[in-house]
């Protein structure tokens, strides 16, 4: 018998903080052993407290007693333990308990995460930032400031004139939307939903989005683009499904000519289908994953070579058990890795996402979101973000921590509405779906 044959979960415990404006979710396991225990990210920003019943209620009087040396067993009898299974709430409670599993055998091991997995396939992970703007001027400046920056991978939104949306987020509109009192003046432009004001006037409070008017925006910002830091630089962007498949088609097919890195989710997960007609029709390089739940969503994409990289959100998935079984299947048909990393991906997250970044040969970059002041205070150990790569601190487990009695001082805020991720909707008030 090894020390790990003893070592059991004695305790799980949901923490729900929000250090910067953004519900975050992590998952805290505690063991018979003292002070030993692992952290893992389950953050569904926009339903957090449905992955804290599904911990609380149903995965903690699974899992306690269970040997945390377990891993993949514990994976398993758990995925299937409601019968019915997938979905952002399961899987995210499910991957709160995987990486914080994971975190406590690289702790018992004495080694990172990506030391478990068979070592290091690179040094540090390159990333992308955002660089989003009210004009296509604006996203430039923004795009020098990150380049200076050192960051050599942006990915650039823009606002569409009349309808200010960054394309990746909906936002208010302009004269033409019904459903407005125009004794009230023009409808104010936010830049960014998140700072949607609920005591303003706006068409809709998800915004008002139109796909010719927002694809045309970004078809000139790209060229805004081009022509001022020329070709040197990776540029990125992020559609955010919403518009009809066959002018996604027709996008995919115009943007080829920038050289863009990645095209981001073209299409709704329930359009897989038309990447067959983007395969069919361009070299533009396709990024997808964020929205897939399921293997059923995931496989047939790899085993086609629908797209080029594979951008889930680990917790979304179920954690890194399966996210490092979908990177194995992705390296064998040349399919890379740019797990999804935006502000709503924890810490704990970034820090999972980067043991996979480490140690798969088939890594393709990493989303970067750049930490506020109070989250780096309450996670220590957040990892480096220098010369456009993200750095691990060597650290066993997944190197990262939360300091509870700060998360405790800053928990979630209530929300009247859903932000940015409330219905968007098109001029004459249908919905839009993502
Ligand atoms: C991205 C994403 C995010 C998501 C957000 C949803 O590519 O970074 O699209 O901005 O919209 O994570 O909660
Ligand atoms: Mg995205």
Excluded at 40 to 57: E, H, L, N, W, Y
Excluded at 73 to 83: F, H
Excluded at 191 to 219: C, I
Aim: charged fraction near 25%; proline fraction near 7%; glycine fraction near 10%.
């Amino acid at each position: 018998m090894t020390a790990a044959d003893n070592v059991t979960i004695r305790d799980i415990r949901v923490i729900m903080t929000e250090p910067d404006n953004i519900r975050l979710v992590i998952v805290k396991i505690e063991t018979s052993e003292p002070g030993l225990y692992g952290v893992g990210c389950a953050t569904f920003t926009q339903r957090p407290s449905t992955v804290k019943v599904a911990v609380d209620d149903f995965l903690r009087p699974f899992l306690i007693g269970k040997n945390v040396a377990d891993i993949e067993d514990i994976w398993q009898s758990a995925y299937v333990s409601s019968y019915w299974r997938n979905g952002p709430v399961l899987n995210n409670a499910l991957s709160g308990v995987d990486q914080a599993l994971w975190d406590i055998k690289g702790k018992m091991a004495g080694m990172p995460v990506y030391d478990l997995l068979g070592g290091r396939a690179r040094e540090a992970a390159p990333v992308y930032v955002h660089a989003s703007g009210g004009s296509k001027e604006e996203t430039a400046d923004r795009m020098a400031a990150y380049m200076e920056q050192g960051f050599h991978h942006i990915r650039i939104q823009v606002a569409t004139r009349g309808y200010s949306s960054y394309g990746s987020h909906g936002a208010s509109g302009d004269g033409s939307i019904v459903a407005r009192d125009v004794s009230q003046g023009p409808i104010p432009v936010t830049s960014w939903l998140r700072d949607y004001d609920p005591n303003q006037l706006y068409a809709h409070p998800g915004g008002v989005f139109e796909p010719k008017p927002y694809m045309r925006g970004a078809l000139e910002l790209f060229e805004h683009i081009r022509d001022r830091f020329g070709y040197g630089v990776e540029i990125l962007h992020d559609v955010h499904e919403r518009i009809p498949p066959i002018l996604g088609v027709w996008f995919a097919k115009e943007v080829e000519k920038y050289q863009l890195f990645f095209l981001e989710d073209l299409f709704s997960p329930e359009d897989n289908e038309y990447f067959r007609m983007v395969r069919q029709q361009c070299a533009t390089p396709i990024a997808m994953g964020e929205l897939w739940n399921s293997p059923h969503e995931i496989i047939p994409m790899i085993k086609d070579r629908l797209v080029d990289f594979l951008r889930m959100h680990m917790s979304q998935i179920g954690g890194i058990t399966p996210g490092r079984k979908f990177a194995a299947m992705g390296e064998l048909f040349s399919v890379r890795t740019a797990w999804h990393g935006p502000g709503d991906t924890s810490p704990v997250g970034h820090a999972a996402n980067l043991m996979l970044d480490i140690n798969c040969h088939n890594f393709g970059i990493q989303e970067a979101s750049i930490p506020g002041e109070r989250t780096l205070e309450m996670f220590p150990g957040f990892p480096e973000l220098r010369d456009g790569m993200m750095w691990p601190n060597g650290n066993p487990g997944l190197g990262i921590d939360i300091d509870e009695e700060m998360a405790a001082r800053f928990p979630h805020k209530d929300r009247a509405f859903g932000g940015a991720w409330d219905t968007v909707r098109r001029a004459d008030g249908g919905m839009v779906k993502p």
